[in-house]
């Protein structure tokens, strides 16, 4: 599997950006997609996942200011990604996983910044 993500960039605290992400090659009849973050220093967290039976996970601290969604058909991920604070400041991972039997199978893509700072 492979995780192309773009949508990220520089934006000033209270504003609006959204990531995308497009999974290719292998796919999983059952997986979980969604986005994780890491800020220098920091490491890496989850920030919302959803599986392609539409049930989401978020982090608190994004609760009520990010949306996660996918389109099963294309096989792309995105975040919504609202009311942005300077804390949100991170480069953010597009990340995919599938369970077969007892071993689970995690991908990554190469990362995208984003930047909260006016």
């Known amino acids: 599997v492979q995780l192309q993500a773009s949508g990220g960039g520089l934006v000033q605290p209270g504003g609006s950006l959204r990531l995308s992400c497009a999974a290719s090659?292998?796919?999983?009849?059952?997986?979980?997609m969604g986005w994780y973050r890491q800020a220098p220093g920091n490491q890496r967290e989850l920030v919302a996942d959803?599986?392609?039976?539409?049930?989401?996970n978020y982090a608190d601290f994004v609760k009520g200011r990010f949306t996660v969604s996918r389109d099963n058909a294309e096989n792309t991920v995105s975040l919504q990604m609202n009311n942005l604070r300077p804390d949100d400041t991170a480069v953010y991972y597009c990340?995919?996983?599938?369970?077969?039997?007892?071993?689970?199978?995690?991908?990554w893509g190469r990362g995208t910044l984003v930047t909260v700072s006016s």
């Open positions: 990340n995919y996983k599938a369970t077969v039997i007892s071993t689970t199978f995690t991908y």
């Open positions: 090659g292998s796919s999983f009849p059952i997986n979980v």
């Open positions: 959803i599986s392609n039976g539409g049930t989401t």
